[in-house]
């Protein structure tokens, strides 16, 4: 069986690298539920915003959230905007200008629920003042920028190399996944005591949902682990430390006989699962089919 075989049964988990994108590239980073490729279908509805999806590979362009608008008091507006963006620190916000017309765009390379969130209270704001959806037809000269970045952490390289960071295959609404993954093996007789340590690993480190899929054959077992959250909204977005998690993992290898990576050949690859050790919003994250 090729790389690119086990890669399709495993429905395509994609390693993303993305080289402005700090949420990946930061020890301190958000995991779970995100959109990128599509809209998030049955979740979300707009008046205003129009969404843009990325395409990824060589374009490496973020998905994006636009709305071109008039509206008469454009500097009242633009204030109401900043305070209102003030309660989202983690979103991007770019205005583009021209009299009193604008373009907004929100915009990342992982759009979670609190950008979506974000688009839905500027919508009220701009049906408060009165806005109007204008056609993107119409000529528009940029006369004037604003633009809003989120707030950064300190950059910190990944130091664990036996973690990988993943994405999905699109879930219910057109959801994917951002993830740690971490390969390993060791004696068939470790892995229950393992995964409960990893569990209790979980606990501590804000981590939500962690599954596994596994292939025992005689007294060993290679193990495929996934560590992840669920959906990330304004109020209850979790925030992972993947360094001390990273930190934590190593330490078993000093209790168990545990080695990172796979044992013997593909057809000991571990494609049995998922296992769901601790989940939330199991419907955007584990495929069961």
């Given at each position: 069986?090729?790389?690119?075989?086990?890669?399709?049964?495993?429905?395509?988990?994609?390693?993303?690298?993305?080289?402005?994108?700090?949420?990946?590239?930061?020890?301190?980073?958000?995991?779970?539920?995100?959109?990128?490729?599509?809209?998030?279908?049955?979740?979300?509805?707009?008046?205003?915003?129009?969404?843009?999806?990325?395409?990824?590979?060589?374009?490496?362009?973020?998905?994006?959230?636009?709305?071109?608008?008039?509206?008469?008091?454009?500097?009242?507006?633009?204030?109401?905007?900043?305070?209102?963006?003030?309660?989202?620190?983690?979103?991007?916000?770019?205005?583009?200008?021209?009299?009193?017309?604008?373009?907004?765009?929100?915009?990342?390379?992982?759009?979670?629920?609190?950008?979506?969130?974000?688009?839905?209270?500027?919508?009220?704001?701009?049906?408060e003042k009165n806005a109007v959806l204008?056609?993107?037809?119409?000529?528009?000269?940029?006369?004037?920028?604003?633009?809003?970045?989120?707030?950064?952490?300190?950059?910190?390289?990944?130091?664990?190399?036996?973690?990988?960071?993943?994405?999905?295959?699109?879930?219910?609404?057109?959801?994917?996944?951002?993830?740690?993954?971490?390969?390993?093996?060791?004696?068939?007789?470790?892995?229950?005591?393992?995964?409960?340590?990893?569990?209790?690993?979980?606990?501590?480190?804000?981590?939500?949902?962690?599954?596994?899929?596994?292939?025992?054959?005689?007294?060993?077992?290679?193990?495929?682990?996934?560590?992840?959250?669920?959906?990330?909204?304004?109020?209850?977005?979790?925030?992972?430390?993947?360094?001390?998690?990273?930190?934590?993992?190593?330490?078993?290898?000093?209790?168990?006989?545990?080695?990172?990576?796979?044992?013997?050949?593909?057809?000991?690859?571990?494609?049995?699962g998922p296992h769901a050790v601790l989940?939330?919003?199991?419907?955007y994250i584990l495929n069961q089919k």
């Open positions: 069986m090729t790389n690119l075989r086990v890669l399709k049964v495993l429905e395509c988990e994609i390693l993303f690298k993305f080289d402005y994108c700090t949420i990946i590239n930061q020890s301190s980073m958000i995991l779970g539920v995100y959109w990128y490729f599509k809209f998030p279908s049955d979740l979300y509805d707009f008046q205003f915003f129009k969404f843009y999806p990325g395409y990824g590979g060589h374009a490496d362009n973020p998905a994006e959230l636009t709305a071109r608008i008039q509206v008469e008091d454009i500097d009242d507006f633009i204030h109401q905007l900043e305070k209102l963006k003030s309660g989202f620190n983690r979103t991007y916000l770019h205005l583009n200008i021209d009299g009193i017309q604008m373009i907004i765009t929100i915009g990342d390379y992982m759009l979670f629920d609190f950008h979506f969130q974000f688009a839905l209270e500027v919508e009220e704001l701009l049906i204008v056609d993107f037809s119409i000529p528009f000269t940029i006369q004037s920028t604003k633009n809003f970045p989120p707030e950064r952490e300190e950059f910190k390289n990944i130091e664990h190399r036996f973690i990988q960071m993943v994405g999905s295959d699109f879930r219910k609404s057109n959801a994917e996944n951002y993830a740690a993954r971490i390969d390993c093996n060791l004696p068939l007789q470790y892995k229950h005591s393992l995964i409960d340590d990893l569990a209790q690993i979980c606990r501590e480190e804000n981590l939500h949902v962690f599954y596994y899929n596994d292939f025992d054959f005689k007294d060993h077992c290679n193990l495929m682990l996934f560590f992840t959250n669920g959906r990330q909204r304004k109020d209850s977005c979790q925030k992972v430390d993947i360094n001390s998690f990273g930190s934590k993992v190593r330490q078993l290898t000093q209790k168990y006989p545990l080695h990172f990576g796979h044992f013997g050949s593909f057809k000991e690859y571990p494609l049995h989940i939330a919003d199991e419907e």
